[in-house]
């Protein structure tokens, strides 16, 4: 069940940096979100990470991971900012990796956080208008890559905003 209240936070983050299409200027986004965004290559299985330390943000990115990835971890480690704030730890330090058990779906933080991305990334008004009204086979390879290059995020990530949002349909 998605959650209206992340897609008005998306939305907030979108209007703050006043992107009105596709594909999302994540990094304009951070910024006007008071994020800073490092790259830089880190182990594999870690696409990046959220830290907040002394009044600031730093979003690390790993520089080693495919663009379209690394455009989908800003966007949700942004989800962690917007959704998750947390100022009241002992030491200060706040620590959410984008890892393999990200995207498995469970962990409700880093589903709201997947979820903030889509949202960010691939707003329902930006697929309703690259669409004109339509719905994608998934079949259609060459369509799907097609859209996911418009928007700057994977054919994965695609797929799975499609389905979620009721878009797709087979053959």
Do not use: C, W
């Not at 455009?71 to 393999?100: Q, Y």
């Amino acid at each position: 069940m998605r959650d209206p209240k992340i897609a008005k936070r998306a939305d907030e983050y979108l209007a703050l940096a006043n992107v009105t299409k596709a594909p999302v200027p994540v990094l304009d986004v951070a910024k006007k979100a008071g994020v800073t965004v490092k790259f830089g290559p880190l182990p594999d299985e870690l696409s990046g990470f959220l830290l907040h330390e002394a009044g600031q943000v730093f979003l690390g990115v790993n520089s080693l991971h495919p663009l379209r990835r690394q455009t989908f971890t800003i966007a949700h480690e942004l989800g962690h900012h917007a959704l998750h704030p947390r100022t009241n730890f002992v030491d200060h330090k706040i620590l959410f990796f984008r890892d393999s058990r990200s995207s498995q779906a469970v962990d409700a933080q880093e589903m709201q956080a997947n979820e903030f991305a889509a949202d960010l990334l691939m707003p329902r008004r930006f697929l309703a208008k690259l669409l004109k009204g339509e719905t994608v086979d998934l079949e259609d390879d060459e369509k799907i890559e097609s859209l996911a290059k418009s928007l700057g995020v994977s054919t994965q990530a695609l797929t799975f905003r499609l389905i979620n949002l009721n878009l797709a349909r087979r053959g």
